[in-house]
């Protein structure tokens, strides 16, 4: 085998252990495995890489890796088109770093230069070990991922990214699809349903925050638009995502079409049919006033009221009743969502009309979620968005109550009252 490719895939296992064993221990704010990563035990040679624009270049400073190593080319088929005129083209292997202005560096890459340099030497092998047919790059792992992240932090156009890199387009496209396609690939597991022992703790948050016992997450769709580069059609995309009350992403499926309404989406999804199946949510009872309470997620009016799916009664609860009381709570913990559907679209790239096809499109929106969770661990909130604006406006929905079954009723309404209950303590 390659040895590029077997360090590749030999640092993708360790690290993945290593981030597996960090969050079972919750030691990920231990700084000591992030040297391990990004420490390379070679010299290292400041330099600067003066971009076109003026203000980029204000906010940034550039590492150079002074490592000899020659870079061997990867003979692995790629999708990609050739990149004309970058095989012969020597460039200085390059990285990026964060000046002592934080505020001038995270509009570019939505995070602190910490998290972009731990990432930087997370990623090094797995963004390395691939160029494009026929073509070497000579690109350190720090700039090709500040080449895509640059692209999904603002959503400039590929030309444009590749004016102010000093690189051709087609570089620029090559390393931003890369980077998409190397986080959905390799780190899929930031985003993975949580286990059954994870899901308690889960649901210990939300009990902390409303009183409600069994909760295990929030689930709602959220849709971005595209525009398809080769026919020049708007479509949108919709991802449905299930969220802690932390707002991070415990599971997201993307790829349907945006016109499907949210609860189509829901029976069409691999979750639905899951938990339906009892592979998911199928942990320990509560007992609410009487009511056997299973596992269960909360979600908008957009939904149905099943058994594991409690969604707020309609506008006719009366505040202060057991279901306005509920319908409070259930607010509160919806906020999440809304925190985390906001956040995603304050990625550039998913802010506006990304200009990408379907299946390009949907990595993007793959990336950004894992992205959006990598910062919740790190404790970086440069991605984050406090103020939800629009999206913290509910607006009145058609209620899909009228094949809720006996069971999903019950359990809602001893919820009602235990919501009730858990006021009046805090009051």
Request: charged share 20%; proline share 3%; hydrophobic share 40%.
């Amino acid at each position: 085998m390659d040895p590029r490719k077997l360090s590749a895939l030999l640092s993708s296992l360790v690290s993945q252990l290593l981030l597996l064993i960090i969050h079972l221990f919750n030691s990920n704010k231990n700084d000591g495995h992030n040297h391990h990563f990004i420490r390379h035990g070679n010299t290292f040679a400041i330099l600067h890489h003066l971009l076109s624009s003026q203000q980029i270049a204000a906010s940034l400073s550039f590492v150079s890796v002074s490592r000899k190593r020659k870079r061997a080319h990867c003979s692995e088929s790629d999708s990609e088109s050739p990149v004309d005129g970058i095989a012969d083209r020597r460039l200085d292997r390059v990285g990026l770093r964060l000046t002592r202005d934080p505020d001038s560096f995270k509009p570019f890459f939505r995070m602190k230069a910490s998290t972009f340099e731990w990432l930087a030497g997370l990623l090094e092998p797995l963004l390395e070990c691939r160029d494009p047919i026929g073509s070497q790059l000579n690109l350190s792992a720090e700039l090709r991922l500040g080449i895509g992240l640059f692209r999904l932090a603002t959503g400039s156009s590929y030309a444009e990214i590749a004016r102010r890199f000093g690189v051709s387009e087609s570089v620029t496209r090559f390393c931003a699809k890369h980077l998409c396609r190397v986080l959905c690939t390799n780190f899929r597991f930031w985003v993975a349903f949580p286990s059954p022992e994870e899901l308690t703790s889960v649901s210990f948050e939300f009990e902390q925050l409303t009183g409600l016992p069994n909760c295990c997450g929030v689930i709602d769709c959220t849709r971005f638009n595209i525009v398809n580069e080769i026919n020049g059609n708007i479509d949108s995309i919709a991802a449905q995502i299930v969220v802690d009350s932390t707002s991070r992403i415990l599971s997201i499926i993307a790829g349907f079409k945006g016109d499907k309404t949210d609860s189509k989406i829901l029976k069409c999804s691999t979750l639905y049919k899951d938990i339906e199946e009892g592979k998911l949510l199928n942990s320990s009872q509560s007992i609410v006033n009487g009511v056997a309470v299973n596992q269960y997620f909360v979600g908008d009016s957009d939904y149905p009221l099943l058994p594991w799916l409690m969604v707020p009664f309609g506008d006719d609860a009366v505040p202060g009743s057991s279901q306005g009381e509920f319908n409070s709570a259930h607010r509160t913990m919806c906020g999440s969502a809304l925190k985390t559907a906001a956040s995603l679209k304050n990625w550039g790239i998913l802010n506006g009309l990304m200009r990408e096809e379907f299946k390009a499109a949907v990595a993007v929106i793959g990336a950004c979620s894992i992205l959006h969770n990598v910062l919740l661990m790190r404790e970086d909130d440069s991605a984050l968005c406090e103020s939800m604006g629009d999206y913290s406006v509910v607006h009145a929905r058609q209620q899909h109550y009228e094949d809720a079954s006996t069971e999903a009723c019950e359990i809602r309404d001893a919820l009602a009252k235990q919501a009730r209950v858990s006021s009046s303590a805090r009051s």
